[in-house]
Protein backbone atom coordinates (compact mmCIF):
# COMPACT_ATOMS: atom_id res chain seq x y z
CA UNK A 1 0.00 0.00 0.00
CA UNK A 2 1.16 3.48 -0.65
CA UNK A 3 1.47 6.17 1.97
CA UNK A 4 -0.25 9.09 1.26
CA UNK A 5 2.38 12.10 1.00
CA UNK A 6 2.12 13.85 4.45
CA UNK A 7 2.68 10.98 6.02
CA UNK A 8 5.43 10.32 4.18
CA UNK A 9 7.10 13.70 4.25
CA UNK A 10 6.58 13.63 8.03
CA UNK A 11 8.10 9.76 8.25
CA UNK A 12 10.88 11.13 5.83
CA UNK A 13 11.76 14.38 7.98
CA UNK A 14 12.20 11.79 11.17
CA UNK A 15 14.44 9.99 9.94
CA UNK A 16 12.38 7.05 9.22
CA UNK A 17 14.74 5.08 6.57
CA UNK A 18 12.17 2.79 5.14
CA UNK A 19 10.35 6.08 4.58
CA UNK A 20 13.22 7.35 2.65
CA UNK A 21 13.72 4.58 0.81
CA UNK A 22 9.87 4.04 -0.31
CA UNK A 23 9.80 8.02 -1.21
CA UNK A 24 13.07 7.56 -3.22
CA UNK A 25 11.58 4.13 -5.38
CA UNK A 26 8.24 6.46 -5.51
CA UNK A 27 10.03 9.12 -7.04
CA UNK A 28 12.64 7.74 -9.43
CA UNK A 29 10.35 6.80 -12.30
CA UNK A 30 9.54 9.97 -12.54
CA UNK A 31 13.03 11.18 -12.04
CA UNK A 32 14.47 9.51 -14.51
CA UNK A 33 11.23 10.28 -16.91
CA UNK A 34 12.04 14.05 -16.21
CA UNK A 35 16.02 13.82 -16.84
CA UNK A 36 15.20 11.86 -20.82
CA UNK A 37 12.91 14.62 -21.18
CA UNK A 38 15.32 17.29 -20.94
CA UNK A 39 18.18 15.30 -22.55
CA UNK A 40 20.31 14.28 -19.91
CA UNK A 41 22.66 10.55 -21.16
CA UNK A 42 21.05 7.71 -19.84
CA UNK A 43 24.37 6.58 -18.37
CA UNK A 44 23.85 9.65 -16.07
CA UNK A 45 20.46 8.81 -14.72
CA UNK A 46 21.19 7.76 -11.56
CA UNK A 47 23.51 11.00 -11.06
CA UNK A 48 20.80 13.41 -11.70
CA UNK A 49 18.65 10.93 -8.86
CA UNK A 50 21.32 11.31 -6.83
CA UNK A 51 21.24 15.34 -7.02
CA UNK A 52 17.47 15.63 -6.41
CA UNK A 53 17.14 13.38 -3.54
CA UNK A 54 20.16 14.93 -1.84
CA UNK A 55 19.05 18.42 -2.46
CA UNK A 56 15.81 17.57 -0.71
CA UNK A 57 16.95 15.31 1.65
CA UNK A 58 19.24 18.81 2.51
CA UNK A 59 15.99 20.55 2.84
CA UNK A 60 13.76 18.67 4.56
CA UNK A 61 14.63 19.26 7.74
CA UNK A 62 13.34 22.90 7.21
CA UNK A 63 10.52 21.46 4.81
CA UNK A 64 7.07 22.88 6.51
CA UNK A 65 4.48 20.82 3.99
CA UNK A 66 1.79 23.86 3.91
CA UNK A 67 -1.42 23.09 1.62
CA UNK A 68 -2.14 26.61 1.29
CA UNK A 69 1.02 27.47 0.17
CA UNK A 70 1.09 25.45 -3.04
CA UNK A 71 1.30 21.39 -3.85
CA UNK A 72 4.04 19.36 -2.89
CA UNK A 73 4.37 18.04 -6.20
CA UNK A 74 5.05 21.63 -7.54
CA UNK A 75 7.76 22.41 -5.15
CA UNK A 76 9.59 18.92 -5.86
CA UNK A 77 9.54 18.83 -9.71
CA UNK A 78 11.02 22.79 -9.35
CA UNK A 79 13.74 20.76 -7.34
CA UNK A 80 14.26 17.78 -10.59
CA UNK A 81 14.32 21.00 -13.32
CA UNK A 82 16.78 22.76 -10.83
CA UNK A 83 18.92 19.68 -10.71
CA UNK A 84 18.41 19.22 -14.24
CA UNK A 85 19.60 22.89 -15.03
CA UNK A 86 22.86 22.29 -12.77
CA UNK A 87 23.38 18.88 -14.45
CA UNK A 88 23.12 20.44 -18.12
CA UNK A 89 25.22 23.46 -16.99
CA UNK A 90 28.24 21.42 -15.65
CA UNK A 91 27.71 19.32 -18.53
CA UNK A 92 27.71 21.47 -21.64
CA UNK A 93 28.41 25.05 -19.97
CA UNK A 94 28.13 27.55 -22.56
CA UNK A 95 28.17 24.95 -25.56
CA UNK A 96 24.37 24.96 -25.57
CA UNK A 97 23.23 27.93 -28.23
CA UNK A 98 20.10 28.22 -25.67
CA UNK A 99 20.64 29.34 -21.98
CA UNK A 100 19.30 26.10 -19.94
CA UNK A 101 16.71 27.59 -18.26
CA UNK A 102 14.59 28.69 -21.37
CA UNK A 103 15.53 25.29 -22.48
CA UNK A 104 14.12 23.68 -19.87
CA UNK A 105 11.90 26.00 -18.46
CA UNK A 106 10.31 28.61 -20.93
CA UNK A 107 8.32 30.19 -18.44
CA UNK A 108 6.58 29.14 -14.91
CA UNK A 109 3.16 28.71 -16.72
CA UNK A 110 5.02 26.43 -18.98
CA UNK A 111 6.02 24.93 -16.33
CA UNK A 112 3.48 24.06 -14.49
CA UNK A 113 1.58 23.20 -17.35
CA UNK A 114 4.28 20.10 -17.86
CA UNK A 115 4.43 19.44 -14.79
CA UNK A 116 0.92 18.25 -14.26
CA UNK A 117 1.04 16.35 -17.20
CA UNK A 118 4.33 14.35 -16.22
CA UNK A 119 3.10 13.97 -12.90
CA UNK A 120 -0.29 12.40 -13.79
CA UNK A 121 1.80 10.18 -16.33
CA UNK A 122 3.74 9.49 -13.52
CA UNK A 123 0.71 8.15 -11.19
CA UNK A 124 -0.55 6.23 -13.99
CA UNK A 125 2.83 4.43 -14.33
CA UNK A 126 2.53 3.36 -10.66
CA UNK A 127 -0.94 2.22 -10.32
CA UNK A 128 -0.30 0.04 -13.16
CA UNK A 129 3.16 -1.30 -11.45
CA UNK A 130 0.85 -2.02 -8.88
CA UNK A 131 -1.59 -3.38 -11.06
CA UNK A 132 0.60 -5.81 -12.11
CA UNK A 133 1.55 -7.10 -8.60
CA UNK A 134 -1.97 -7.51 -7.69
CA UNK A 135 -4.27 -8.25 -10.35
CA UNK A 136 -4.76 -11.19 -12.36
CA UNK A 137 -2.86 -11.64 -15.52
CA UNK A 138 -5.91 -12.40 -17.63
CA UNK A 139 -7.42 -9.44 -16.65
CA UNK A 140 -4.86 -6.98 -17.30
CA UNK A 141 -4.11 -8.77 -20.34
CA UNK A 142 -7.57 -8.22 -21.42
CA UNK A 143 -7.25 -4.43 -20.48
CA UNK A 144 -4.31 -3.70 -22.13
CA UNK A 145 -6.00 -5.08 -25.79
CA UNK A 146 -8.96 -3.27 -25.09
CA UNK A 147 -8.22 -0.24 -23.43
CA UNK A 148 -4.97 0.58 -24.39
CA UNK A 149 -4.11 -1.12 -27.91
CA UNK A 150 -8.01 -0.46 -28.70
CA UNK A 151 -8.85 -4.18 -30.29
CA UNK A 152 -12.40 -4.89 -30.23
CA UNK A 153 -14.01 -6.46 -27.28
CA UNK A 154 -15.35 -9.17 -29.51
CA UNK A 155 -12.35 -10.12 -30.92
CA UNK A 156 -10.76 -10.24 -27.95
CA UNK A 157 -13.45 -12.71 -26.76
CA UNK A 158 -13.23 -14.91 -29.64
CA UNK A 159 -9.12 -14.77 -29.08
CA UNK A 160 -9.89 -15.55 -25.24
CA UNK A 161 -12.32 -17.82 -25.66
CA UNK A 162 -14.48 -15.62 -23.03
CA UNK A 163 -17.84 -14.23 -22.93
CA UNK A 164 -17.91 -10.65 -24.25
CA UNK A 165 -19.75 -9.88 -20.81
CA UNK A 166 -16.43 -11.62 -19.12
CA UNK A 167 -14.11 -9.06 -21.51
CA UNK A 168 -15.90 -5.73 -20.46
CA UNK A 169 -16.02 -7.18 -16.67
CA UNK A 170 -12.00 -7.41 -16.69
CA UNK A 171 -11.35 -3.93 -17.98
CA UNK A 172 -14.02 -2.41 -15.57
CA UNK A 173 -12.53 -4.17 -12.54
CA UNK A 174 -8.89 -3.47 -13.99
CA UNK A 175 -9.97 1.06 -14.13
CA UNK A 176 -11.55 0.49 -11.07
CA UNK A 177 -8.51 -0.84 -9.50
CA UNK A 178 -6.85 1.75 -10.64
CA UNK A 179 -8.81 4.61 -9.82
CA UNK A 180 -8.46 3.47 -6.53
CA UNK A 181 -4.65 2.97 -6.50
CA UNK A 182 -4.34 6.47 -8.32
CA UNK A 183 -6.68 7.69 -5.28
CA UNK A 184 -4.27 6.24 -2.93
CA UNK A 185 -1.22 7.24 -4.44
CA UNK A 186 -2.56 11.48 -4.60
CA UNK A 187 0.48 13.49 -3.08
CA UNK A 188 -2.23 16.02 -1.44
CA UNK A 189 -5.56 15.06 -1.72
CA UNK A 190 -6.25 17.88 -3.63
CA UNK A 191 -6.00 16.33 -7.24
CA UNK A 192 -8.96 16.13 -9.21
CA UNK A 193 -7.76 14.54 -12.42
CA UNK A 194 -10.07 11.95 -14.17
CA UNK A 195 -7.67 9.65 -15.88
CA UNK A 196 -10.00 7.24 -16.83
Not at 152 to 166: E, H, Y
Amino acid sequence: MFTTNPVLLADVKSGNEMSWFKFRDTYRPLIYHCAKEYGVAPADFAEVEQNVLVTFFNAVEKFEYDPKKGKFRTYFGKVIYSCIIKYRREKYGSKENVPVEEAILSGEDDFEKKWEEEYKQHLCFLAMQRAKEELPPEELEVFELFAMQGISPALIAAQKKLSLATVYNYRSRVIAALKRYIRELKMNGDDDYEMF
